[in-house]
């Protein structure tokens, strides 16, 4: 029900009219307790005239003013008059703001206290005697910053009445970091912050996103570099030349920031899968907040930080144990030796599964084992990676009856020596110098005194050659492999020792049978010996060596596989030793072996 009620005023008598009853209640909105400074408002009283000629009822002049105010909360000249001040008072009080800002129409001698708070008519222009503290477009502006959810279902000009205001000064900074490098397939984890320069806290209304997108292999220029203050959302600032994928990950509402006094604050930003991604890209994150100050509903974009795409190859020892720390015969170990190696975690088919260096039987070293996995643990990617569950093969030196998540891996000393392969094949001045791997009569020993290139071969059926070049450097600049001819006896194995100072294996070889003993003073095998600065780009194949493998310093230069999921398992080299090196030398053990007689005696026949 209306009432309308008249009103004397000092000039002419204008109608006001007061909503009354469940209208009344209705029609206020009541902030939720999460907003800490500004709400919407509620109606205020409806006029019922068209005293401005304009078709419309509700012109809330009179002689003693009208306008917009920002009133304090609890302040004691409150316009009390037609009891709306009972309810958007107590309202922005337990919101936490400072003022409600109200439309008031003046009664009486104009004083405050008297006034009534009305709903701010859009076609109020032309009224006389505006009386507001707070301009129209500014009363506007600040209700415009009332978050888009709470002001559902009011608008300025139709039904606004009053709203919650705090006097905020607030100037919000986000940044956002992290790692230089990640690979295809991971987590990544962002750092993220804000920095609050004013000297109030922000209400608790206050959004932030991180978003990511990333760049292709040689694009150097980083879209948005600086980021800055913009009325875009991330989706669309970002969205420029050169950036890919562009995606909004994290998403959340309702964040305080306090004052410049509490310094940078962090947010929980979650970790973050990396796409699959080619080497060389990069993937890109950025952490954008709005509102980014008081008296501004812009959103402020961090500057985006940005990790390079790389990979972590791995290395894999089929056939046998690993066995690191032991020295030489006739040489001294001089110290402990470590095998670190890395390990990555990717999610396949949705499931985690960890990729790393393995070895198919026991791993032992002098030093520490740190990423490296025995009893082939990380073929294929393992589903829950422990290091208990990763190193059933590993030997270590503890006192712990069994293994514990804290597991200290390796220390296990081992006082046997690496066999001498040279002493075994020795060379003299007659032994024939080596030529090259296509001489026909490969069944023997040969030296090398000097340095010397093998180009690559295949060792026929039946032929075995030891190049012994104690001292010196070997290159293997082709594929060495045995014949695949069908063996009808353990005679017929192929086989090839290569004894050296240095063995280098340049980036075009891709497979070498062959046993590999370096054994010199500096007792060096180097899988990618060519190539001084490795990218991703060169040493980029597999190799696979079949044979033992004996040296003091193995450098694993080789970088291929372990970029995307399909390569994941893949590793850049693989030692084999196969079965057919432990058939040729117990062949050739036994052909050295002889029986001799010490005497005879010949005894009667026994019947």
């Known amino acids: 029900m209306v009432v309308v009620r008249k009103v004397p005023v000092v000039s002419r008598i204008v109608i006001i009219a007061a909503l009354l009853g469940s209208l009344l209640l209705s029609s206020i909105a009541i902030a939720p307790k999460t907003n800490a400074g500004v709400g919407p408002g509620g109606d205020g009283s409806g006029g019922s005239e068209d005293c401005d000629g304009s078709g419309i009822d509700g012109c809330p002049w009179t002689s003693n003013g009208h306008g917009w105010r920002e009133i304090r909360v609890d302040a004691s000249n409150a316009p009390v008059g037609n009891g709306y001040w009972a309810t958007a008072n107590p309202t922005c009080k337990a919101e936490g703001a400072t003022h409600v800002i109200a439309y008031l129409v003046f009664t009486g001698e104009g004083n405050q206290e008297n006034a009534f708070i009305y709903e701010f008519p859009r076609h109020w222009g032309g009224w006389y005697n505006y009386n507001g503290n707070l301009s129209v477009s500014e009363a506007e502006r600040r209700f415009g910053l009332v978050p888009a959810g709470e002001r559902r279902g009011y608008t300025f000009g139709d039904n606004v009445g009053w709203f919650c205001y705090s006097e905020y000064n607030y100037d919000l900074v986000p940044s956002i970091s992290v790692g230089s490098t990640a690979e295809a397939g991971t987590t990544t984890q962002p750092a993220g912050s804000v920095t609050n320069s004013g000297s109030t806290a922000t209400p608790s209304t206050i959004q932030w996103q991180v978003a990511t997108f990333y760049l292709d292999p040689g694009v150097s220029t980083i879209p948005r570099s600086s980021g800055g203050a913009s009325s875009e959302a991330p989706s669309t600032y970002y969205n420029t030349s050169g950036a890919q994928g562009l995606t909004v990950t994290t998403h959340r509402t309702g964040q305080k920031f306090q004052s410049s006094s509490s310094g940078a604050q962090s947010v929980g930003i979650p970790g973050q899968q990396v796409g699959d991604l080619r080497v060389g890209s990069r993937v890109c994150y950025t952490l954008s907040v709005q509102q980014r100050r008081h008296d501004s509903s812009q959103w402020r974009h961090s500057a985006p930080t940005c990790a390079m795409i790389v990979k972590k190859p791995k290395v894999q020892v089929w056939g ?188 075009r070889v891709t497979r070498v049978d062959a046993w590999l003993v370096a054994s010199g003073t500096n007792g060096v095998i180097n899988t990618c010996s060519d190539v001084a600065a490795l990218t991703a780009q060169v040493c980029n194949d597999q190799l696979v060596v079949n044979g033992p493998v004996m040296a003091k310093s193995l450098l694993l230069r080789r970088t291929y596989g372990a970029d995307t999921s399909v390569s994941a398992a893949q590793s850049a080299e693989v030692f084999n030793l196969r079965p057919d090196a432990y058939l040729w030398s117990i062949s050739r053990a036994q052909a050295a072996n002889r029986i001799q007689s010490v005497y005879t005696r010949e005894l009667p026949p026994r019947f």
Do not use: H
Request: net charge neutral; aromatic share 6%; charged share 15%.
């Open 320 to 507: 046998g144990d690993l066995s690191v720390g032991k020295a030489f015969v006739g040489q001294s170990a001089g110290g402990t030796s470590d095998i670190i190696t890395s390990r990555s975690t990717r999610t396949l088919g949705g499931q985690a599964r960890t990729f790393g260096s393995w070895g198919e039987y026991g791993v032992r070293a002098s030093g520490q084992i740190t990423g490296f996995g025995a009893g082939s643990a990380y073929s294929g990617g393992l589903v829950s990676a422990t290091i208990c569950g990763a190193n059933l093969l590993t030997f270590s030196n503890t006192n712990r009856a069994s293994c514990t998540a804290s597991q200290r891996l390796g220390y296990y000393s081992n006082a046997k020596s690496i066999p001498s392969v040279a002493a075994a094949f020795p060379v003299n001045s007659s032994t024939p110098e080596f030529s090259s791997l296509a001489d026909a009569s490969l069944r023997r020993v040969e030296k090398a005194t000097a340095n010397i290139t093998l180009s690559g071969a295949t060792i026929a059926r039946g032929d075995w050659l030891v190049i012994n070049a104690e001292g010196r450097t070997v290159t293997i600049d082709g594929d060495i492999q045995y014949t695949s001819e069908a063996l009808g006896t353990v005679n017929d194995i192929p086989q090839l020792i290569i004894i050296a100072d240095r063995i280098n294996i340049t980036q």
